[in-house]
């Protein structure tokens, strides 16, 4: 699906995703228009979804995180998830097994918004209950 030149674009655009067609081509040391044509490849392919803002660890320092594990009305799940995926401080959300359906990753930028945000969400129509552990630190990430 891929080749190692394409691996080799991925890796810069990892590390910088506001890279210019011009200095990916130096990079590459290769012409413009081969960027431009791999990337398109890459982005119909569907290796390549969108280009995204990776937050600074000075901001995300600033911010207060919290997982969010949340029982859901299993006829409602749908509904539910569309209405966590509209609340931009929810930044992942994931479907896990065990008591609880899903796991909500929340930032907020005080304990005060992050408890208006539980509040929010534990008053979703669907949601039976939620347990909320509050990060204190983050010991690594990949």
């Known amino acids: 699906m891929i080749n190692s030149e394409d691996e080799q ?17 130096r990079a590459l040391n290769v012409s413009r228009t081969t960027i431009q044509n791999r990337l398109q490849r890459l982005e119909q392919q569907g290796v390549i979804q969108g280009y995204t803002v990776e937050l600074g660890s000075r901001f995300l320092s600033e911010q207060v995180s919290a997982h969010v594990s949340i029982k859901v009305r299993q006829k409602l799940t749908a509904r539910t998830n569309l209405e966590l995926k509209h609340m931009p401080q929810v930044s992942a ?46 010991k690594f990430k990949r």
């Open 93 to 138: 959300l994931y479907a896990i097994s065990g008591e609880y359906d899903l796991i909500a990753i929340v930032q907020a930028q005080n304990t005060e918004q992050l408890s208006h945000i539980l509040d929010d969400i534990g008053n979703l129509e669907g949601v039976e209950r939620t347990n909320s552990s509050v990060i204190l630190e983050t």
């Open 9 to 25: 674009l991925l890796a810069i655009l990892r590390t910088n995703g506001r890279a210019s067609v011009s200095d990916l081509a």
